[in-house]
């Protein structure tokens, strides 16, 4: 059977290759004027783990493994920190033992195991966070509890629109299940192929949607959670006002206080008709002044993204000048013609420009590769957007020093924010890397402000990758908290983003969440200083 790559993103077949190498090293010449060669991948004969520290009890051996492969691949996510130490075979803390369980009652007894015998248990998707979500914390003994095997459908309730899902269902098995029925979840953030539901729910995820639906909080209607102190359930209604949710409390929980088994979610007809739209504009401060007005219509267009000159140049074949907008519309029941044409004429008043024949309208009769968001700049970006986890991995082992970083803000502090952030970029750049590049687009759009998602490249030194990017992290990260944004818009808080969410986050809060703690896992095993501290 094919295997997660321990290091990179997705699976071993899908490692860099020679070619991918070759055509690496052509880029970075082009870019930066240098001629690198090509590293060598590692392999699991390069892998030197420390031994287990305890054996699993025998009431749960059976579901659990200690083989080095799969330790090594579920020690770190899969941020740019993250595959640089693995492709390094750096693994000095790995977790002891994995847990595969195939039940909740298999959820509960590993669970009940790891909170007797004072084993840190760390709930475990599909691992493709990028904030040291799921790495193990140093000095314990550690039991990382893999759900994927909970990948069920169980119930779909037609009436209603809803599902009851287990957590470990990865993104494309969920919808493989679902399909059938003629439904759809409709949540794709880029990690789909490697996030589970449960995932999805317990770090907040942003997905498909860039206006309305745009967070996972949208779809959940109840969701079922096995903590050390019993099962937490709510209850399955369209809303209440029963006082705080119980709900709230576990999205965006990051795993410290249970583990999240099922969920019952709103789910909807899969879409039949379908538009877009790319909208060209003279710089990225009119495009973004499209972006407000659109979303400020309140049409709430399925996709709608603003790319700066940058990406605009390198994901979708613009000039390096002009900015796009993405507009998209979907339904399952209504041609979306005369939106997608309605929201054109609200960016052309902006000052955007498209050509009439670059509307691009389809009805339930057409899947192919004319179908809206497949063509043209859009359909561009669209490629670009699925295949950039596994372009990114040829760049380990060159010394470049990638990554991205999110953030939301009010319409009125935009400009001042991306001004500040691009600086403090820019300079820490220049510092470790003697310059790079930056850029931006929106990931999501609220009628009150935008999600802008950062990119930033520089050529750095091979082996000292890591200290450029603590620094340009650091860097970036002071900049967006003084420019009143959030530390994180959906990648989820982990450990990465600890010192800037104390910032954010009232103290008041911190300290009920740790009296929440303290009555659901009274001896602090689940994922401990992800959120707060022990």
Known sequence: MARRSFWAWGMEDREPSPADYTAMAERIHGRYGVSLPAPTPPTDADLSLRKPRFTPHPLVADFCSMDD??????????????????????????????????????????????????????????????????????????????????????????????????????????????????YTLRHFPQSFEFSTLGGWIATRSGGHYATNHTHIDDFVESVRMVTPAGVWESRRLPGSGAGPSPDRMVIGSEGILGIITEAWMRIQARPRFRASAGVVFDGMDAASEGARLVAQAKQWPANLRMLDPSEAEDFAGLDGEQALLIIGFE????????????????????????????????????????????????????????????????????????????????????????????????????????????????????????????????????????????????????????????ITHHHAVGRS???????QRPDPFAEALRAVKRTVDPNGILNPGVLIDP
Request: aromatic share 8%; net charge negative.
């Open 497 to 503: 983003h600890r010192p800037w969410y104390d910032q």
């Open 331 to 486: 339904s399952a029941e209504i041609p979306q013609g005369d939106n997608i044409r309605q929201a054109v004429a609200i960016a052309r008043d902006a000052g955007g420009q498209i050509a009439e024949d670059d509307i691009v309208v389809a009805d339930a009769a057409e899947r192919s590769a004319t179908s809206a968001g497949r063509q043209g700049a859009v359909g561009n970006w669209r490629d670009s957007f699925i295949n950039a986890p596994y372009e990114r991995n040829a760049t380990i082992g060159f010394g470049i020093v990638a990554e991205t970083l999110e953030t939301s803000i009010t319409w009125e502090r935009w400009p001042a924010m991306d001004a500040t952030v691009r600086g403090a970029l820019e300079e820490a750049l220049q510092r470790t890397c003697g310059g790079g590049r930056v850029s931006c687009r929106f990931t999501h759009v609220y009628p009150d402000g935008p999600a802008p998602y950062y990119t930033f490249e520089g050529l750095g030194r091979v082996g000292g990758e890591l200290e450029a990017h603590a620094e340009i992290k650091q860097a970036a990260s002071d900049a967006v908290m003084a420019a009143g944004g959030t």
């Open 69 to 182: 492969h799969e330790r090594a691949a579920h020690t770190y996510g899969r941020s740019f920190r993250d595959r640089i130490r693995g492709f390094k075979c750096d693994f000095p803390n790995p977790p002891d033992v994995i847990a595969y369980p195939r039940t909740e009652a298999e959820v509960t007894r590993v669970l009940d195991w790891c909170a007797n015998s004072n084993i840190v248990a760390i709930p475990y998707g599909g691992g493709s966070t990028v904030v040291a979500g799921v790495e193990p914390p140093e000095a314990d003994k550690v039991c990382t509890i893999d759900l994927t095997r909970l990948d069920q459908v169980l119930e779909v309730d037609e009436t209603s629109r809803a599902a009851r899902i287990q957590a470990g269902a990865l993104g494309p098995a969920l919808e493989a299940q679902l399909r059938p029925h003629g």
